[in-house]
């Protein structure tokens, strides 16, 4: 009989709801050419501002300016929150005044009130600061210096048994620590992925589980 191996890298994680997607509750990295609805069922005012190419979901420039729920963005279907839930992504663009990528969670699959609905987000500011920003409700914490225009940045949100840390990674693999919040979530969340003020941006490598 021969000796069995253990694969390096495997582990069982117990407790995870396992999807289609190896594992995720959700995964895209965009490929093709068209969202894919089944897992972005709600998009808000995207009619000709959200494109899927090279591997990135692209957030086009058009409209400048406006409320919150104006921009384009997509939303996930509901899930159930709970500790250790963990949302991640690389976000890229320009340097460009109110210039907003933007991961997050969200009680609701819109979003007119950044104060009640944005729940965590992570999104880059283009002040040419490289400012990466932390949101709690309608809080914001920012950090300058952390990424550079043109450039993927990583960032990941794990809810925690009393609110979320965030993390953020110029590669996928290190992560550090950059912010933790202890204000609590929802029972229900959406993940969601925005650009605020419609100045060009791409969104891919999106997980969550």
Do not use: E
């Not at 191996?5 to 995720?24: D, E, K, Q, V, W």
Request: hydrophobic share 35%; proline share 3%; aromatic share 12%.
């Amino acid at each position: 009989m021969g000796t069995m191996t253990r694969l390096p890298g495997l582990r069982r994680i117990s407790g995870l709801t396992r999807g289609a997607s190896g594992g995720y509750l959700l995964s895209d990295n965009f490929a093709g050419s068209a969202l894919d609805v089944s897992k972005w069922p709600t998009k808000v005012d995207s009619t000709s501002q959200i494109a899927v190419d090279t591997g990135s979901l692209h957030f086009l420039a058009g409209k400048v300016g406006g409320a919150v729920d104006g921009d384009p963005g997509v939303f996930s279907r509901a899930f159930a929150a709970r500790a250790g839930m963990t949302l991640q992504a690389r976000l890229s663009g320009p340097y460009n005044y109110d210039y907003y990528p933007c991961l997050g969670f969200s009680n609701t699959n819109a979003c007119t009130s950044p104060a009640t609905q944005n729940v965590y987000r992570m999104l880059l500011v283009g002040d040419s600061n490289g400012t990466l920003r932390c949101g709690v409700g309608g809080t914001n914490h920012d950090f300058a210096g952390l990424w550079t225009a043109g450039s993927w940045k990583w960032v990941r949100m794990v809810l925690t048994a009393t609110g979320a840390t965030f993390w953020h990674s110029n590669d996928g693999q290190t992560w550090t620590l950059l912010y933790t919040d202890a204000t609590g979530w929802p029972a229900t969340v959406y993940a969601y992925l925005m650009n605020y003020n419609q100045i060009d941006g791409r969104v891919t490598g999106v997980r969550l589980r």
